[in-house]
């Protein structure tokens, strides 16, 4: 009985982190981070006027929000990291284009 009740214990303590790590995106918390980054420095240099940034943040929140989604059951599939991923791709390629474009903060 004792023995039956410390492997389920301890069964128990091996499989909780497992489960917490299949939810844990370091890295698409850093992408997220550094394209922060990059909007911040935008709207500082003047490269980014208030209607593109606005564009930016609200893609970077629905990015936010697809990551929430998928932790949402505790589980990030691969399927799930490809779709945040690429829409991160997306966002990528939008801030670079607004930064670059002709028009500039007033």
Do not use: W, Y
């Not at 697809?66 to 991160?88: L, P």
């Not at 990528?92 to 930064?99: F, H």
């Amino acid at each position: 009985m004792k023995t039956s009740l410390i492997a389920v214990a301890f069964a128990a303590l091996v499989a909780v982190p497992a489960f917490a790590d299949s939810a844990a995106t370091p890295g698409i918390d850093q992408r997220q981070a550094n394209q922060e980054r990059r909007i911040d420095q935008g709207v500082a240099s003047g490269e980014l006027n208030a209607r593109e940034t606005a564009r930016l943040e609200r893609g970077q929140q629905r990015v936010e929000n697809m990551e929430t989604r998928a932790k949402s059951d505790g589980v990030v599939t691969k399927g799930e990291r490809a779709r945040i991923q690429a829409r991160q791709n997306l966002q990528s390629k939008r801030i670079v284009r607004q930064k670059h474009d002709p028009q500039k903060a007033r």
